[in-house]
């Protein structure tokens, strides 16, 4: 974040402190859970750094519009996490009043050591007040890396996933277990099923369609106790059937979407699932690699279903759903796979990085030029060389709620740089684009500027006059600048002693 900015903020939130709002600037983090309650974005959890536990709970105003470099955090004031967790999930109830935090690594308030003593705990939301419901039904052990829905009799439904039993090296072992938590009687049951079992799996995302049945995506799977881990074949898509308790398969169909574990999904109204973001690896968990498309959609209006890539070059009518393509003019962009792209406000396609190759994949070559811009004002499209960096980065450890047209992606962290994400990145569903301003009713585009990196320019120059306003003066701005740069080298140095890997993860 731009100091000016900062400096506007701490200036705005003494403001508001007066009237006793407790604005916070929260730390970045990733393995966190979000939960949408009347307009508020609630953010409870994640893994901020190995040494530093944070219990706050704190939320995003999702009444009003407001930019994505000037977000207002709201702290809960004294209603803290009863626990310090990550890698657990949460399932808000039919009627909005309750969240249910489940199972992840705990970490006790008082002692801050690891405490599965509990493994749920109650958000009511109207009281603001934590508690530990007494569960009964059958005994339920510790959990990470799961995904619980829950159904429209208010049975939350969580299906494998991991448990750490070495807690220093964090080795464990996966489940293929279908567990659920009736929310009404407070009863954990272990259903019973035969036939059909899926492998053990975590790290998979999942959303309940109105018929009931489950949609499980992705994750990592394990053959056997012992056996390796394996990337889930996106195009193996896990139902379940809440109704019947039945398990089956489907093959999908469509673009070819890489394998991903880490990443996040959003039911929409009208049945598309769309994912973002991600982390993949090869060698055995050693080499963490990014995953391409970063965003998608999973058509479940079809049968069998079919994956579409989204912002991305092939053109997508929203309102006939037809597709169509284009040949663009201008610049000569070189192919390549595992790059990234944004679509600015303006209409701009900005496309960053990625690699090519020759002989039949043997050599892999770089791209040029490296960033570019398509101009999809033009008809045809036009492309031309950027020399800015305008696109979202991969990131993984996010989590995504829908709200209205948007896709609301929340922290995360950096596969290329290892830092922690910015707060928040918005995806606008309705015109397949990522925007910068978010309205909660006014879905349109903002107002175009004739710069193709509208994205990232705005920001820095009402930022620029503020900080005039604030009276700062541009050598102090270049000295943080300086400061930033520095901070930005070290990280970077850091970078492979602080990556926490799926490899060194269990
Ligand atoms: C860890 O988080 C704290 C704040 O919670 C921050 O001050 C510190 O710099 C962070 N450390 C690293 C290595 O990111
Ligand atoms: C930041 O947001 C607050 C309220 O959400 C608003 O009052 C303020 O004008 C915004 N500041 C800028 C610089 O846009
Ligand atoms: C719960 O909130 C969602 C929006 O987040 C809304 O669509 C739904 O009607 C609410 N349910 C109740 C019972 O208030
Ligand atoms: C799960 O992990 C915890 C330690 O984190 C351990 O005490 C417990 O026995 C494990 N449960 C199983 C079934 O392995
Ligand atoms: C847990 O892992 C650590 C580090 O790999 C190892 O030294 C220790 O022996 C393991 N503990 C058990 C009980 O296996
Ligand atoms: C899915 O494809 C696999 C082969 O890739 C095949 O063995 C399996 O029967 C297919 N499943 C369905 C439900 O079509
Ligand atoms: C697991 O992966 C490693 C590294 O690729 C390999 O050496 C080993 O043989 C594999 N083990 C099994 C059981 O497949
Ligand atoms: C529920 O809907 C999905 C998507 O339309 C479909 O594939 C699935 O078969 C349906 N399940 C049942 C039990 O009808
Ligand atoms: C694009 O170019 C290819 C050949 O390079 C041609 O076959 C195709 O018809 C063109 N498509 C359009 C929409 O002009």
Redesign the pocket.
Known sequence: MYLPFKLFKFIFCTLLLINSILCIDPSKRYFHNSVIINAKLLILGGATNTTDYEFGLFYLDLSKPFDNYNLTWTLIEDKGLPVYTWRSTSVLTLDNSTIYLIGGFMINKNTLEYDYSNLVYTYDYSTSKWSTPVLDGDKVLPRQDIKGVIDNSGIIYIFGGFNATNLTSFYGKIYNDMKTLNTVSDTWTTLSISGNLPLPCDEYTADILPNGTIVYIGGVEQVSYGANFTLVNMNKIKLFDTYKHEWSQMNATGDEISSRLYFSSVLTPDGYIIIFGGISYSSGAINIVGVSPKLAALDTNKNPFVWTTKSEIKLFDTYKHEW????ATGDEISSRLYFSSVLTPDGYIIIFGGISYSSGAINIVGVSPKLAALDTNKN?FVWTTKSEVGAPPSIYGHTANLYNDYMIITFGRELDTNNFASQVYFYNIKSDRWVTTFSPHDDKPKPTRPTPSATTTSSPEKQKSLAIGLGIGIGALLLISCIFIAIFIVHRIRRSSIIETPGNIR
């Open positions: 169509s393509q284009m040949n045809p």
